[in-house]
């Protein structure tokens, strides 16, 4: 096991989603909050960073503790592209991940970004899902 970050930004994990789920530093960019986000998924136990960095009108209903639990296993994240303008972000990606069956599927997500005070949050995703 090396210490690559499980983003697959092939940077050390310390330099990389590290920094933003230990709270010593907010993500700069879309990017760097989608990256840590699938981080805190694929990682499981950062329930509480997903909350914190989801936009609180659509993160309502959600838990910590539920975010927390790893629903699947994370296999692989591709950027495929970003966007920036002013205070909105985007950035789509392919996620790989085996289900329950150990199946291996692909998430593919738009995520749409918004800044507000300073720091970046997650509002929400169009989701389409296919089979790997
Ligand atoms: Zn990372």
Sequence with gaps: MDNHCICCSKKPFADCCARFLGGTQQARTPEQLMRSRYSAYALGGHGDYLLRTWFPATAAG??????????????????????????????????????????????HEKSVFQRSGGRWFYVGGEVSSAPA
Excluded: I, N
């Design 62 to 107: 959600l838990t910590a503790r539920e975010l927390s639990q790893r629903s699947c296993e994370w296999l692989r994240l591709e950027v495929l592209a970003k966007q920036q303008h002013g205070d909105k972000g985007l950035v789509e990606f392919r996620a790989r991940y085996r289900d329950d069956k150990g199946q291996e599927q692909v998430m």
